[in-house]
């Protein structure tokens, strides 16, 4: 098919990069442009019906706006009219194009450069990548123009539109993520540059000013969030691989993580398994939840967690089972000790004062039969941890009139009365602990 005409709707930067090239390479080529924003002249801008109406139709708009141009737009195209959508992501539009272009002529693709490279590579396109994600051609018609294409030096990519919005999430999104990081912390060129600092700023420079592309990407293509995760991830990794780097030239110590805060039974548990094993150069980490103490050992922050999986009474700890199947992690030693639970209150709180007891599920589970028996007409409600619930007893964060079952270490930490001391239901009541390390 001889291409008379091509209509170029949106004359952004791109939309203006494939004037240029259009120009350039099609020189015979009648270019009819709409941009919203641009008054008609008949001669360079022209009605959307105009540029509907060409061979060849570039939808070159903000991906936001896709929809609603190709609704626009298809009703006033010719029969023969192919559609070549250029947005950098394709689920997106290809779906589109699926549902509201049946049985019209379209090619999905993503040109994988802009005008900044264009510019840096002082208009030399040799090797610049045009992937395609989908297409309606004929077999033949097709093959004709990718040969086109690739004799003035375009690379054609063949590639499903999944595939391609993965492999973008991985390349351009996170060039455009370090772009905006970069730029946004006040970096620049300096006179004392490396070769490689020299490359990275040529990135930066290269998408730092498209940040509404930078957002677009991000909301419609959902690869992006798997990608942020993976950064954050491997920032905490970085940071931990200085900080250790720091601590080496120290007195190396063992970094032990423990659900719970200060006077916690995962605390008495590390504490004992220390003693045990002759470790004494140890450092505690109190680090709330399971999840948390996993997710610090896999990225280095703790060299050991110990953390409780079953008790004889309560049963298995499923916030424990939870967090270790999302985790790798080696499996050191299990342990047990004997847990003493206590009711615990305010100094000048007698047991007619109190309204609510509280503490982990675990805790109220050893002690179900002295609840039931002795507390009758009193709310149970559980807590995060025995240890916290403690804590913030004494710091006003519950109400006076509470009582926590907690261990003696976190009454004597934060300065509250035992009121009944050893109320588990069991006699020997046994806690399993687990001890990990890096897988």
Not at 187 to 216: C, I, N, P, Q, W
Not at 366 to 390: F, H, P, S
Request: hydrophobic letters at 45%; aromatic letters at 8%.
């Amino acid at each position: 098919m001889r291409l008379e005409t091509i209509g170029i709707v949106g004359h952004g930067a791109f939309g203006a990069l494939l004037e240029t090239l259009i120009t350039r390479f099609a020189p015979h080529t009648a270019i009819k442009i709409f941009e919203p924003e641009r008054a008609s002249d008949n001669k360079r801008f022209f009605a959307l019906r105009d540029a509907a109406q060409c061979d060849v139709v570039l939808i070159a708009t903000p991906i936001t706006d896709f929809e609603e141009v190709l609704k626009k737009l298809l009703p006033l195209a010719k029969r023969n009219t192919i559609i070549v959508d250029v947005a950098t992501v394709k689920v997106h539009t290809c779906t589109l194009l699926r549902k509201l272009a049946k049985g019209k002529r379209y090619i999905a693709t993503h040109p994988v450069w802009g005008p900044e490279s264009y510019k840096k590579r002082e208009r030399n396109i040799s090797g610049f990548r045009i992937v395609v994600a989908e297409h309606t051609l004929p077999a033949a018609e097709f093959k004709a123009a990718a040969a086109y294409l690739g004799g003035l030096g375009f690379d054609i990519v063949e590639m499903d539109a999944d595939t391609h919005d993965k492999r973008l999430a991985e390349t351009l999104f996170l060039t455009h993520f370090m772009g905006q990081l970069i730029s946004r912390a006040g970096f620049g060129r300096t006179e004392v540059d490396t070769v490689s600092y020299g490359f990275l700023m040529d990135a930066v420079e290269s998408v730092k000013h498209d940040e509404k592309l930078f957002r677009d990407v991000f909301r419609f293509n959902p690869y992006c969030k798997s990608v942020l995760a993976r950064i954050a991830k491997a920032e905490v990794g970085v940071r931990s691989l200085l900080e250790n780097t720091i601590r080496d030239g120290k007195k190396k110590q063992l970094r032990i993580g423990v659900p719970g805060v200060k006077g916690s039974f995962s605390e008495e548990a590390a504490r004992t398994y220390a003693k045990k094993n002759a470790l004494k150069d140890i450092s505690l980490d109190y680090l709330v939840s399971v999840e948390n103490v996993l997710a610090k050992l896999a990225s280095g922050e703790i060299d050991m967690g110990i953390f409780p999986i079953e008790n004889s009474t309560g049963g298995v700890v499923l916030e424990a089972v939870h967090a270790m199947a999302k985790h790798s992690f080696k499996l050191k030693k299990m342990f047990d000790i004997d847990i003493r639970q206590n009711l615990i209150v305010k100094k000048r709180v007698t047991a007619s004062g109190i309204k609510t007891i509280t503490s982990h599920d675990q805790a109220l589970r050893q002690c179900k039969t002295y609840l039931k028996k002795n507390w009758r007409g009193v709310k149970i409600k559980e807590y995060a941890d025995t240890a916290k619930a403690a804590a913030d007893l004494a710091a006003g964060k519950l109400p006076a009139t509470t009582a926590v079952i907690a261990s003696r270490a976190a009454a004597d930490i934060y300065k509250l009365k035992i009121l009944e001391a050893g109320i588990q239901d069991l006699k020997d009541n046994l806690t399993t602990f687990v001890v990990a390390t890096r897988a």
